[in-house]
């Protein structure tokens, strides 16, 4: 039964198939899809009665499309890991053909284990963003990094990004040794040369050479997510290595992510951004309230912005407020394209100090496997 207070779609499914016997595949509970109860409040209190007389009913009541299926149809999760900046949500952004993962050029800027899910006629493909692997100088660092090597286990393909714009280094070669793991052995692995639009076809040549070293790979691929050029390629390398089977997911869900999780991200992607090297690593985003007006066909969204110090709080305020008036002009943008509706931002920001030390604090926030 769902656990008291939260409501997911997969709930409903997995009781759905005890009640109608359907052989249809079951999700992991570490990848289930996760809304709030709130959401799913109005449906679980309709007026007129409802018989499901199959997954097909149930999946048109809750508003999802039913997942495809058929014989060859492939599907299957695809993992994306390598070094801070390697590329790995820049790429997840293009072959889903939108932003659900935020991007800079800060280090741990993926602080969620994310996973999109991408889906055509013939396969779907869930892909499993992570934290950049580093070397970690506190407990967030530690429990980005744990995140990152528990996304590999049990998972169809294995995608290391490396930058082919800088030389293969020892952090190529700690992140490649990673997948000799016991966890990995099933998976079949990739190497994606990323940042293709940045070298010349002899550079990626010589890149491609230096990461022929560093694990025996079942493929390789050189693309561009900025330009999008060989992404299809890397889309039909990762076709070919996934299982048939039917759809984990309804057709028409492109993230497992809750709406709340997301929004905090577009307001931390806009810290990172406009302060690049002063504050970054010591903010965390929650998101308090946010409200639906149908009338209005607004969102109204509460956010607290986490620092460790006061000085540090000065500067996200800016002087007379200009700071943080341009986060949330920036921040507004991104979210009303994103939800579709008019969006009213109020930003407060509060000092917890040395919270990336406290795995307590971290996992309040979220990152890592704190959630």
Known sequence: MP?????????????????????????????AASFSFRRFW??????????????????????????????????????????????????LNTIMGKKIAIT????????????????RDDMQMIIVDTPGL???????GEELNTSALKALEDVD??????????????????????LDGPHCKHAKKICVLSKGDLVTTEQMHEQAEAAKKLANWDAMVGLSSESGYNV??????????????????????????????????????????????????????TIEHMEYEKKKDLNRILARIYVERDSQKGI??????????????EAREDLEQLLGTRVYLDLMVKVKKNWRRDATQIRRFGYGEGL
């Not at 800079?104 to 889906?119: G, M, P």
């Open 42 to 91: 109005p449906l679980w209190h309709r007026k007129q009665p409802f018989e499901p007389r199959s997954l097909m009913d149930l999946d048109a009541y809750f508003g999802h499309a039913a997942p495809p299926s058929g014989e060859g149809f492939k599907s299957g999760f695809v993992t994306l890991i390598g070094r801070p900046n390697a590329g790995k949500s820049t790429l």
């Open 316 to 329: 996200i305020i800016g002087k007379g407020g200009s700071a943080i008036k341009r986060i949330g002009q």
């Open 134 to 140: 580093h070397k970690p100088h506190d407990a967030l």
């Open 232 to 285: 299809d390629a890397f889309i039909e390398e990762v076709q070919c290595f996934l299982p048939e089977g039917p759809a984990w997911f309804p057709a028409d869900m492109e993230t497992d992510q809750p709406i709340e999780v997301i929004v905090a991200e577009f307001i931390r992607e806009k810290i990172l951004r406009t302060f690049r090297d002063e504050v970054p690593h010591s903010i965390g985003v």
């Open 3 to 31: 656990v008291p207070g939260i409501m997911n779609w997969l709930d409903v499914r997995r009781i759905a198939q005890r009640v109608l016997r359907l052989r249809v595949p079951l999700l992991p509970l570490w990848s």
């Open 157 to 178: 393909v294995i995608a290391m990004l490396i930058d082919a714009s800088k030389p293969v280094g020892r952090g190529d070669e700690w992140v490649a040794a990673q």
């Open 104 to 119: 800079s050029n800060t280090a741990q800027t993926t602080r969620h284990r994310f996973r999109a899910v991408y889906t």
